[in-house]
Protein backbone atom coordinates (compact mmCIF):
# COMPACT_ATOMS: atom_id res chain seq x y z
CA UNK A 1 0.00 0.00 0.00
CA UNK A 2 3.20 2.53 0.89
CA UNK A 3 4.19 1.58 -2.54
CA UNK A 4 1.08 2.89 -4.04
CA UNK A 5 0.64 6.07 -2.32
CA UNK A 6 4.53 7.46 -3.32
CA UNK A 7 3.69 6.47 -6.85
CA UNK A 8 0.76 7.99 -6.57
CA UNK A 9 2.02 10.97 -4.78
CA UNK A 10 4.78 10.81 -7.81
CA UNK A 11 2.75 11.01 -10.72
CA UNK A 12 0.38 13.68 -9.32
CA UNK A 13 3.95 15.71 -8.79
CA UNK A 14 4.72 14.99 -12.68
CA UNK A 15 1.20 16.27 -13.97
CA UNK A 16 1.75 19.43 -11.84
CA UNK A 17 4.79 19.65 -13.14
CA UNK A 18 3.89 19.05 -16.75
CA UNK A 19 0.66 21.68 -15.66
CA UNK A 20 3.34 24.34 -15.40
CA UNK A 21 5.61 23.99 -18.29
CA UNK A 22 1.94 24.17 -20.16
CA UNK A 23 1.04 27.23 -18.32
CA UNK A 24 4.94 28.49 -19.09
CA UNK A 25 4.80 27.86 -22.50
CA UNK A 26 1.08 29.26 -23.07
CA UNK A 27 2.48 32.71 -21.22
CA UNK A 28 5.54 33.06 -23.34
CA UNK A 29 3.33 32.31 -26.76
CA UNK A 30 0.93 35.18 -24.79
CA UNK A 31 4.15 37.24 -24.32
CA UNK A 32 5.42 37.04 -27.91
CA UNK A 33 1.63 37.79 -29.60
CA UNK A 34 1.52 41.14 -27.56
CA UNK A 35 4.71 42.02 -29.09
CA UNK A 36 3.46 40.95 -32.15
CA UNK A 37 0.23 43.23 -31.78
CA UNK A 38 2.80 46.07 -30.91
CA UNK A 39 5.23 45.37 -33.92
CA UNK A 40 1.94 45.99 -36.00
CA UNK A 41 -0.06 48.77 -34.18
CA UNK A 42 3.54 50.69 -34.58
CA UNK A 43 3.82 50.10 -37.97
CA UNK A 44 0.49 50.93 -39.42
CA UNK A 45 1.02 54.54 -37.76
CA UNK A 46 2.95 55.60 -40.67
CA UNK A 47 4.60 54.94 -43.60
CA UNK A 48 8.30 55.77 -42.45
CA UNK A 49 7.33 52.76 -40.21
CA UNK A 50 8.86 49.44 -40.84
CA UNK A 51 11.98 47.01 -40.79
CA UNK A 52 13.28 48.57 -43.93
CA UNK A 53 15.99 46.30 -43.84
CA UNK A 54 16.23 42.83 -45.43
CA UNK A 55 16.84 40.18 -42.77
CA UNK A 56 20.40 38.53 -42.70
CA UNK A 57 20.79 35.33 -43.97
CA UNK A 58 21.94 34.16 -40.91
CA UNK A 59 18.48 33.59 -39.54
CA UNK A 60 18.07 30.76 -42.20
CA UNK A 61 20.67 28.98 -41.18
CA UNK A 62 19.56 29.47 -37.72
CA UNK A 63 16.69 28.44 -38.57
CA UNK A 64 17.62 24.67 -40.22
CA UNK A 65 20.01 24.51 -36.88
CA UNK A 66 16.67 25.13 -34.42
CA UNK A 67 14.72 22.44 -36.51
CA UNK A 68 17.87 19.86 -36.75
CA UNK A 69 18.35 20.43 -32.76
CA UNK A 70 14.13 19.55 -32.47
CA UNK A 71 14.97 16.30 -34.59
CA UNK A 72 17.76 15.10 -32.11
CA UNK A 73 15.50 15.99 -29.33
CA UNK A 74 13.04 13.55 -30.70
CA UNK A 75 15.41 10.76 -31.44
CA UNK A 76 16.61 11.03 -27.80
CA UNK A 77 13.56 10.97 -26.71
CA UNK A 78 12.31 7.68 -28.38
CA UNK A 79 15.76 6.40 -27.58
CA UNK A 80 14.56 6.92 -23.32
CA UNK A 81 11.76 5.16 -23.99
CA UNK A 82 13.63 2.39 -25.79
CA UNK A 83 16.43 2.05 -22.56
CA UNK A 84 19.05 3.41 -25.33
CA UNK A 85 20.79 5.23 -23.08
CA UNK A 86 23.90 5.43 -24.98
CA UNK A 87 21.90 6.39 -27.95
CA UNK A 88 19.84 8.88 -25.46
CA UNK A 89 22.62 10.53 -24.02
CA UNK A 90 25.25 11.32 -27.65
CA UNK A 91 21.79 12.64 -29.09
CA UNK A 92 20.72 15.19 -25.91
CA UNK A 93 24.82 16.32 -26.56
CA UNK A 94 23.91 16.91 -30.36
CA UNK A 95 21.22 19.06 -29.20
CA UNK A 96 22.41 20.98 -26.83
CA UNK A 97 25.53 21.59 -29.29
CA UNK A 98 22.82 22.86 -31.84
CA UNK A 99 20.99 24.91 -29.66
CA UNK A 100 24.37 26.60 -28.88
CA UNK A 101 25.27 26.55 -32.62
CA UNK A 102 21.40 29.02 -33.13
CA UNK A 103 22.10 30.96 -30.16
CA UNK A 104 25.63 31.89 -31.90
CA UNK A 105 23.87 32.42 -35.46
CA UNK A 106 21.68 34.77 -33.54
CA UNK A 107 24.33 36.66 -32.58
CA UNK A 108 26.47 36.95 -35.66
CA UNK A 109 23.21 38.18 -37.24
CA UNK A 110 22.68 40.66 -34.73
CA UNK A 111 26.32 41.92 -35.67
CA UNK A 112 25.15 41.85 -39.35
CA UNK A 113 22.33 44.22 -38.54
CA UNK A 114 24.36 46.13 -36.35
CA UNK A 115 27.13 46.98 -39.69
CA UNK A 116 23.95 48.03 -41.48
CA UNK A 117 23.05 50.22 -39.27
CA UNK A 118 19.90 48.68 -37.53
CA UNK A 119 21.00 48.78 -34.06
CA UNK A 120 18.76 48.66 -30.75
CA UNK A 121 17.96 52.15 -30.10
CA UNK A 122 16.75 54.48 -33.28
CA UNK A 123 14.46 56.50 -34.29
CA UNK A 124 12.63 53.87 -35.94
CA UNK A 125 11.10 51.14 -33.41
CA UNK A 126 10.51 48.61 -36.11
CA UNK A 127 14.02 47.90 -36.11
CA UNK A 128 14.19 47.62 -32.29
CA UNK A 129 11.56 45.04 -32.35
CA UNK A 130 14.24 42.54 -34.55
CA UNK A 131 16.44 42.89 -31.27
CA UNK A 132 13.27 42.13 -28.99
CA UNK A 133 12.20 39.64 -30.53
CA UNK A 134 15.46 37.60 -31.23
CA UNK A 135 16.27 38.46 -27.74
CA UNK A 136 13.25 37.77 -25.86
CA UNK A 137 13.50 33.83 -27.70
CA UNK A 138 17.21 34.05 -26.85
CA UNK A 139 16.30 33.61 -23.16
CA UNK A 140 14.02 31.57 -23.65
CA UNK A 141 16.73 29.46 -26.14
CA UNK A 142 19.05 29.45 -22.15
CA UNK A 143 16.18 28.28 -20.25
CA UNK A 144 15.91 25.25 -23.05
CA UNK A 145 19.48 24.34 -23.20
CA UNK A 146 19.82 24.49 -19.29
CA UNK A 147 16.57 21.76 -18.93
CA UNK A 148 18.60 19.77 -21.80
CA UNK A 149 21.46 19.25 -19.47
CA UNK A 150 19.25 18.66 -16.59
CA UNK A 151 17.83 15.89 -18.86
CA UNK A 152 21.79 14.78 -19.53
CA UNK A 153 23.07 14.68 -16.19
CA UNK A 154 19.74 12.60 -15.26
CA UNK A 155 21.00 10.25 -17.19
CA UNK A 156 24.17 10.23 -16.13
CA UNK A 157 23.29 9.73 -12.88
CA UNK A 158 20.94 6.47 -13.90
CA UNK A 159 17.31 8.05 -12.20
CA UNK A 160 15.06 5.60 -12.49
CA UNK A 161 13.42 4.60 -15.99
CA UNK A 162 10.23 6.72 -15.01
CA UNK A 163 11.81 9.55 -13.91
CA UNK A 164 14.34 9.61 -17.12
CA UNK A 165 11.37 9.16 -20.09
CA UNK A 166 8.96 12.10 -18.06
CA UNK A 167 12.62 14.40 -17.42
CA UNK A 168 12.56 13.72 -21.41
CA UNK A 169 9.07 14.14 -22.28
CA UNK A 170 9.42 17.42 -20.44
CA UNK A 171 12.38 18.44 -22.16
CA UNK A 172 10.99 17.36 -25.88
CA UNK A 173 7.75 19.61 -25.31
CA UNK A 174 9.88 22.31 -24.36
CA UNK A 175 12.34 22.32 -27.02
CA UNK A 176 10.07 21.58 -29.67
CA UNK A 177 8.15 24.49 -28.71
CA UNK A 178 11.29 26.96 -28.82
CA UNK A 179 11.73 25.93 -32.40
CA UNK A 180 8.09 26.80 -33.38
CA UNK A 181 8.17 30.12 -31.88
CA UNK A 182 11.23 30.92 -33.29
CA UNK A 183 9.75 29.40 -36.91
CA UNK A 184 6.71 31.71 -36.16
CA UNK A 185 8.90 34.65 -35.06
CA UNK A 186 11.16 34.64 -38.00
CA UNK A 187 8.17 34.13 -41.01
CA UNK A 188 6.75 36.99 -38.90
CA UNK A 189 9.69 39.25 -39.51
CA UNK A 190 10.28 38.13 -43.10
CA UNK A 191 6.61 38.91 -43.80
CA UNK A 192 7.04 42.84 -41.70
CA UNK A 193 10.06 43.39 -43.79
Not at 27 to 32: K, Y
Not at 44 to 57: E, F, M, N
Not at 58 to 71: E, G
Not at 139 to 165: F, K
Request: positive net charge; hydrophobic residues 55%; glycine residues 8%.
Amino acid sequence: MAQYTQNKEELTQQKAKKFNLWLGMIGMFMMFAALSSGFIVYTAGGIDRGIKTLLPDAFIYSTILIVLSSLTMQLAYVAARRTQFSKQKLLLIATILLGLGFFCVQLYAWGILSSRGVVFVNNNASQSFIYVFTGMHLAHIVAGILVLMRALIGRMRSIPQVNNVFRMDLAALFWHFLGILWIYIYVFLLLNQ
